[in-house]
């Protein structure tokens, strides 16, 4: 029962296990091997989210988007703010990060209104939101930290790249909130939560140092020393509350596409369809093994990597397995409202297909 609970709880990672475990068959552990790891990535990735938890800790996302929600008046008012919310917050704290942090909002939000009706619809937006609104920063995705460590973008051509379906992303989701009736709220529980200033400025000084580790303006060393130095004293908590599950993703998928770019075979055959269509190839890739095993795998074949950016943050919509973000999202909703799980997944599958459609054909005709 234990070993089914942590498949269930880590799919990805195990999935990831099988698939280095099997490709290693064919390509056994050599020197070689060493090539595989982008160790810039795995510390950016590791320092953010060390940050981000003792963040969490004191509670600074969670008073501040109360204090957001408390401007709200009606239903309507209240999604597009907690979307709002959960975007913003994607671009700077990471996709997952950002829904473990605003969805037990929406959750508190709703339940506290007797608005549990729209809590499928409100989770998916936000969900929607989170893995769209993180594509504009090196740090809002897991998979865009890495391609943009991997192909060592400018930061000015990332963002140019990426604004305009991250523009009409925004203009979708706003529609999607309008289509929810403006109904008056009135929020019967009080927030009793205070925010320790002294610590919150501490951290955001520690969350400013490793989004210049992010941009290239110190060494990943640098941070690697410093940051977990001064967590450990004030709050060792946030170092064993990483997603090391995250980490060993990326270490077990960093083998895989490492082995699998290293048979000529699958070289040939996974080079020739990205040079027919990057874009659709990448996007049908997330569908099937998720957006940031993606971005491994297939930087491993390309140099179209403005195509591979827009592939890999627009097919983190669509089915439940595109992104690990919407996986958090819908263990998070079962947790919530046990028992209403089609309906959830019949909502879902709506949502995801109509954004993955649109901004897929807007990207294929009009952003390349």
Not at 18 to 42: E, K, N
Not at 130 to 140: D, E, I, K, R
Not at 304 to 326: E, M, R, W
Request: net charge positive; charged share 10%; glycine share 4%.
């Amino acid at each position: 029962m234990k070993i089914w609970m942590f498949i269930r709880k880590n799919t990805v990672l195990c999935a990831a296990f099988c698939a280095a475990a099997i490709t290693s068959i064919l390509v056994p552990p050599d020197a070689g091997w060493l090539d595989y790891f982008d160790l810039r990535t795995l510390t950016c990735l590791f320092l953010t989210l060390a940050v981000v938890c003792a963040l969490r800790n004191i509670h600074f996302f969670s008073i501040l988007a109360h204090r957001v929600v408390r401007l709200t008046g009606n239903l309507r008012a209240l999604a597009l703010a907690l979307v709002y919310i959960t975007f913003i917050g994607s671009m700077l704290i990471a996709n997952d990060m950002a829904l473990i942090t605003f969805l037990p909002l929406g959750y508190f939000s709703l339940k506290a209104t007797n608005n549990q009706k729209h809590m499928a619809y409100v989770f998916i937006l936000q969900n929607i939101s989170a893995n769209l609104g993180g594509m504009l920063t090196p740090f809002g995705n897991p998979q865009n930290l890495y391609l943009y460590s991997y192909f060592e973008i400018p930061t000015g051509e990332f963002v140019s790249i990426l604004f305009p379906p991250f523009l009409l992303a925004v203009l979708m989701l706003t529609v999607f909130c309008l289509l929810l009736p403006a109904e008056k709220l009135e929020l019967r529980e009080s927030f009793l939560e205070k925010l320790d200033g002294r610590r919150a400025a501490f951290y955001l000084v520690l969350f400013a140092l490793s989004i210049a580790i992010v941009f290239r303006l110190l060494p990943y060393w640098v941070g690697l020393i410093l940051i977990p130095a001064a967590l450990l004293p004030v709050d060792r908590h946030a170092l064993r509350q990483v997603d090391y599950a995250l980490l060993g993703t990326f270490v077990l998928f960093f083998i895989f596409a490492g082995n699998l770019s290293r048979l000529d075979a699958v070289n040939r055959f996974v080079s020739g369809l990205l040079e027919r269509n990057t874009l659709l190839v990448s996007v049908l890739s997330c569908q099937c093994i998720s957006n940031v095993p993606t971005a491994i795998l297939l930087s491993r074949f390309t140099e179209n990597y403005p195509a591979l950016l827009l592939g890999v943050n627009i097919g983190g919509t669509g089915t439940l397995i595109a992104s690990l973000a919407s996986l958090i999202t819908f263990r998070e909703y079962q947790s919530c409202c046990p028992g209403q799980t089609r309906h959830y997944l019949l909502c879902f599958a709506l949502l995801n297909f109509i954004f993955l459609a649109v901004l897929t054909t807007a990207a294929q005709f009009l952003f390349l």
